[in-house]
């Protein structure tokens, strides 16, 4: 099966060609411009290094969310575009399960994923990392910094943060919670070879079924900041 990868949920943009359980090629930029001008350059120039043609491709994985309300919007319509016409089937992925992938293989571990979220708050899930298998053990949510503390008390053993939110979340919990590490910076942002991975395993192995174009969605945790805005009380004179 030739996979093509797309991430666009974040500051950073990627994209990946793996075909059978092997990565063919890959592109990665996180250098701040907007994912309309970068994702469709990346996303020809890793097909290109990979010798195929979107003919070649059977399935496109794309992480869906949470993230960028914009950045999501993007990755998800290129997708769509390019998935319809040739009417190859699509795989949403959780941009959290994205990137506590690369902690798969890091022994009795507790992956912390966490996003950015803005507003005092993290994207964040958890995931237990044993034995070469990863194993979701909390939905994707919003979380305040606090709630994501107390929630950390409950776990024993070693907890690696990883994901954009690294930084900012080692900050306020480094002295609150006991065994608590950040991933290197290597593997922190996620990318779109993991979410290829990702959907060939659930394909694959746990009998999950792709859908088609017309199908994949985003995953939206909160209202855009817009509607937010809208929603508070407005102050009278």
């Known amino acids: 099966m030739t996979i093509l990868g797309i991430d666009s949920s974040a ?3 990627s994209a990946a060609v793996i075909e059978d359980g092997k990565l063919l090629s890959e592109a990665f930029l996180n250098i701040g411009l907007t994912h309309s001008q970068t994702l469709m350059p990346l996303i020809a120039d890793t097909l290109a290094r990979a010798n195929k043609t979107p003919q070649d491709i059977d ?9 960028s309300f914009t950045g999501i919007r993007i990755g998800v319509a290129t997708a769509k575009g390019l998935a319809q016409p040739l009417s190859i089937p699509c795989f949403g992925i959780s941009t959290l399960e994205c990137i506590a992938y690369p902690l798969l293989g890091a022994g009795n571990t507790l992956a912390v994923a966490v996003m950015d979220a803005r507003c005092e708050q993290v994207y964040c899930a958890l995931f237990r990392s044993e034995a070469g298998k990863q194993t979701r053990l909390t939905e994707d949510s919003a979380e305040k910094l606090a709630d994501l503390q107390t929630t950390l008390h ?10 954009d939110g690294t ?18 910076p290597l593997i922190r942002h996620q990318r779109a070879a993991c979410a290829a991975f990702l959907a060939e395993h659930k394909i694959t192995v746990e009998q999950q079924s792709p859908v088609s174009a017309e199908l994949l969605a985003p995953t939206y945790l909160r209202a855009p900041q817009a509607e937010r805005e809208l929603r508070k009380p407005q102050n009278k004179t």
Request: proline share 8%; aromatic share 8%.
């Open 11 to 13: 500051t950073a943009a």
């Open 59 to 67: 399935l496109v994985a794309v992480t869906t969310g949470p993230g």
């Open 154 to 163: 409950g776990y024993d053993g070693q907890k690696i943060l990883i994901g």
């Open 167 to 184: 930084g900012i979340a080692f900050a306020y919990l480094k002295e609150q919670v006991a065994h608590i590490s950040p991933a290197p």
